[in-house]
T-cell receptor, first 112, second 116 residues
Framework: GEDVEQSLFLSVREGDSSVINCTYTDSSSTYLYWYKQEPGAGLQLLTYIFSNMDMKQDQRLTVLLNKKDKHLSLRIADTQTGDSAIYFCAEPLEGSARQLTFGSGTQLTVLP | GAVVSQHPSRVICKSGTSVKIECRSLDFQATTMFWYRQFPKQSLMLMATSNEGSKATYEQGVEKDKFLINHASLTLSTLTVTSAHPEDSSFYIC????????????FGSGTRLTVV
């Protein structure tokens, strides 16, 4: 079955860059996603990358995809206190009706 | 666009009572709705998938008689926690495929259920 793995915690200083890493297992995934969850809230789609792309940049967010190693990363430039949240990577579950499999989530803490 | 409105956001109920959680797609039709449960500091666990006009599909280990799902229209799916117990206390989130680029998904804002 699918297994999406992330490190659980990351702390950075305000203004620094944050890099959140994720490994996934289904090499046939068409899209890979990054979601943000603030305390007590639902998930907000941050960005996604199509599997034939190596990199996607959207303002402060940069997604890197290494299909060979099945490794996905999310870089947040100039991290702000408002970026403190849990970040989930996700991939579609193979053979499902568009169901997603989520990583464990990375708790990002931004220190002043 | 592609908003899923989830209510209530927070509910406290007594053991033995039932609680209904609603998710409405506001500007698109949601033929499918995924219902997740999230324990503190953990990832989302898929409970069931509802499809408009048909029976929901439950994941292994999820009691269908306890977690009743109804998807009566293209814009409304409900989850009813019946005879709630303290161990049902959790954060429940719904999600619908919304085609927001990249075959995206839109999530409700979640419901914090506390059973006392």
């Amino acid at each position: 079955g699918e297994d999406v793995e992330q490190s659980l915690f990351l702390s950075v200083r305000e203004g620094d860059s944050s890099v959140i890493n994720c490994t996934y297992t289904d090499s046939s995934s068409t899209y890979l996603y990054w979601y943000k969850q603030e305390p007590g809230a639902g998930l907000q789609l941050l960005t996604y990358i199509f599997s034939n792309m190596d990199m996607k940049q959207d303002q402060r967010l940069t997604v890197l995809l290494n299909k060979k190693d099945k490794h996905l990363s999310l870089r947040i430039a100039d991290t702000q206190t408002g970026d403190s949240a849990i970040y989930f990577c996700a991939e579609p579950l193979e053979g499902s009706a568009r169901q997603l499999t989520f990583g464990s989530g990375t708790q990002l803490t931004v220190l002043p | 666009g592609a908003v899923v409105s989830q209510h209530p956001s927070r509910v406290i109920c007594k053991s033995g009572t039932s609680v209904k959680i609603e998710c409405r797609s506001l500007d698109f039709q949601a033929t499918t709705m995924f219902w997740y449960r999230q324990f503190p500091k953990q990832s989302l666990m898929l409970m069931a998938t509802s499809n408009e006009g048909s029976k929901a599909t439950y994941e292994q280990g999820v009691e269908k008689d306890k977690f009743l799902i109804n998807h009566a229209s293209l814009t409304l799916s409900t989850l009813t926690v019946t005879s709630a117990h303290p161990e049902d206390s959790s954060f429940y989130i719904c999600s619908a495929p919304s085609d927001r680029g990249g075959n995206g998904y839109t999530f409700g804002s979640g419901t914090r259920l506390t059973v006392v």
